[in-house]
């Protein structure tokens, strides 16, 4: 145990101390990590954020996982129907009106894929910083109201902690 000064009266007091001795001014002390805390006192204050009647962050690794796995099937299968349009659209050509009919049916095929893959990659995005914002707002709450801290995981993306440290400056947090 050592002594620190008192921001409010600057007089010796225990580090240990909840409030000063001499004035009762409240210290602060350093964020305890969230994760650091037992499953069933995480689950507690989760279910607090709840009834607050906000909504807990998603797991960023499942969610992201999940559309990485949709954009690699919409892109496989619109490689898959693209190579043979150029076969059918030579043939067709010299050919008959079935094999043209054949081709138009892979490019209306082709354009729905496109179309599939625009909207999965927009609505990723959109998952993305709702994820990234209700992750700010949480770990507001919890330093506000439980002196906690959280030292959040990742992953590969980048983009998404450059966004989640912006708006962590914005609102003005550490």
Known sequence: MSLITCPNCGKSVSDSASTCVHCGAKLKASAENFYALSPSKQSELQKEYLMKGREFPK???????TYKRKLCIYVALLIWFAFPLIGISMAAYFVSIILLIGGVINVIIIGVLVFL???????HKEVMEKMVKDRVDFEKWLGETH????AWKWGSESQYYLEYKQIKEKEGMK
């Open 59 to 65: 797991d960023f690794n499942a969610e992201h996982t």
């Open 117 to 123: 893959l625009v909207r999965t990659i927009k609505k």
């Open 147 to 150: 002196n906690l801290a959280i």
